[in-house]
T-cell receptor
Framework: RKEVEQDPGPFNVPEGATVAFNCTYS??????FFWYRQDCRKEPKLLMSVYSSGNEDGRFTAQLNRASQYISLLIRDSKLSDSATYLCVVNTFGGGYNKLIFGAGTRLAVHP | EAGVVQSPRYKIIEKKQPVAFWCNPISGHNTLYWYLQNLGQGPELLIR????????DSQLPKDRFSAERLKGVDSTLKIQPAELGDSAVYLC??????????????FGQGTRLTVV
């Protein structure tokens, strides 16, 4: 089993739609969680961190459920510019250092 | 402020030849990562440095891959000899990490390697 698993996608949605991505992680000792965005042939960039209480940044809402080891990302009012791959990232602290583990990514295509 | 700089951006080599990638992290970042990314997949960690110490190289194929981070700043990743299956994007990232905490990892633009 992979340490971080995501919905395989791709998600094809019209502009204005609401779309949700899910992610599960296997290491219960994981401490911090993130969503990164990666555009085609570009490097990953941080979209947002994920906090236990849930957090929102404009049209984006992230949720964390530690009991179920589950992370989600909700995008409301999708824009064409949201088309990208969304990577779930889990940080585990062990042996005195942090370790970032990436999911395989979920591809989103927003169409007119 | 300059971001993470990688070179070269693209490299095409014949199989069995050696190849090297270079990374200059963001100034002051003590943690440096090398990731490999295949098409349609997320980045997979090859090696992680804390300053000049390689603290996690369990995923690095040591028979052909090697890495170094002299003086805890720049890093090089080498493959010798390269195989067809090594064709991928090699990403370098850096962050300012500390015990018990984490800050955002910034990525370079990557080196796209094609082995023919």
């Amino acid at each position: 089993r992979k340490e971080v698993e995501q919905d395989p996608g791709p998600f094809n949605v019209p502009e204005g739609a609401t779309v949700a991505f899910n992610c599960t992680y296997s290491n219960s000792a994981s401490q911090s969680f993130f969503w990164y965005r990666q555009d085609c042939r570009k490097e990953p960039k941080l979209l947002m961190s994920v906090y236990s209480s849930g957090n929102e940044d404009g049209r984006f809402t992230a949720q964390l459920n530690r009991a179920s080891q589950y992370i989600s990302l909700l995008i409301r009012d999708s824009k064409l510019s949201d088309s990208a791959t969304y990577l779930c990232v889990v940080n585990t602290f062990g042996g005195g250092y942090n370790k970032l583990i990436f999911g395989a990514g979920t591809r989103l295509a927003v169409h007119p | 402020e300059a971001g993470v700089v990688q070179s070269p951006r693209y490299k095409i080599i014949e199989k069995k030849q050696p190849v090297a990638f270079w990374c200059n992290p963001i100034s002051g970042h003590n943690t440096l990562y090398w990731y490999l990314q295949n098409l349609g997949q997320g980045p997979e960690l090859l090696i992680r440095y804390e300053n000049e110490e390689a603290v996690d190289d369990s995923q690095l194929p040591k028979d052909r891959f090697s890495a170094e981070r002299l003086k805890g700043v720049d890093s090089t990743l080498k493959i010798q000899p390269a195989e067809l299956g090594d064709s991928a994007v090699y990403l370098c990232a850096s962050s300012l990490a500390h015990r018990g905490g984490y800050t955002e990892a910034f990525f370079g633009q990557g080196t796209r390697l094609t082995v023919v």
